[in-house]
């Protein structure tokens, strides 16, 4: 009869072994000193572009603001007012526009200093509702009767 196989661990050859425990060793070195990226890039980035400064928050907001408009209007002069994927994209682009200039009014209200931007921001509120009145309009003529 025969005996049951010996169940021993499989160990790697002392070279590899050797060269793994110095890699990890590597490692750990270079994370300890920061040479490897980690979470802490992206909080610090974040925490360099939101500033707890109300009129900083205010103004990165205004900035994004217009930006946001810019894309509206692209996507506005792209649309063939058929539905579509330019009508997504137009409808998309109005959305983040209306949501961005919500975001800024609502950083002017903390910000003394704001009052300079009110008619800017009821310009910009006035583009928001025509382009969401256009994007209805055109949402309502894309659906058959």
């Not at 490692?27 to 925490?47: E, K, Q, T």
């Not at 903390?110 to 009821?122: G, S, T």
Request: hydrophobic share 45%; proline share 7%.
């Amino acid at each position: 009869m025969r005996q049951p196989l010996k169940r021993t661990p499989l160990k790697p050859p002392a070279p590899i072994a050797g060269l793994a425990r110095r890699v990890a060793i590597i490692l750990a070195i270079a994370h300890m000193l920061g040479l490897l990226p980690g979470c802490r890039n992206i909080y610090s980035d974040a925490h360099d572009r939101y500033s707890p400064d109300p009129c900083q928050q205010f103004n990165l907001r205004i900035h994004e603001a217009r930006l946001a408009e810019q894309r509206a209007e692209a996507a506005a002069a792209q649309c063939n007012g058929a539905s579509g994927a330019s009508l997504d994209n137009f409808e998309t682009a109005t959305l983040d526009f209306h949501r961005v200039l919500r975001a800024a009014t609502e950083a002017a209200l903390k910000c003394n200093a704001a009052q300079r931007f009110v008619e800017p921001l009821d310009a910009m509120e006035n583009r928001s509702r025509s382009l969401l009145n256009q994007v209805a309009s055109l949402r309502a003529a894309a659906i058959p009767k």
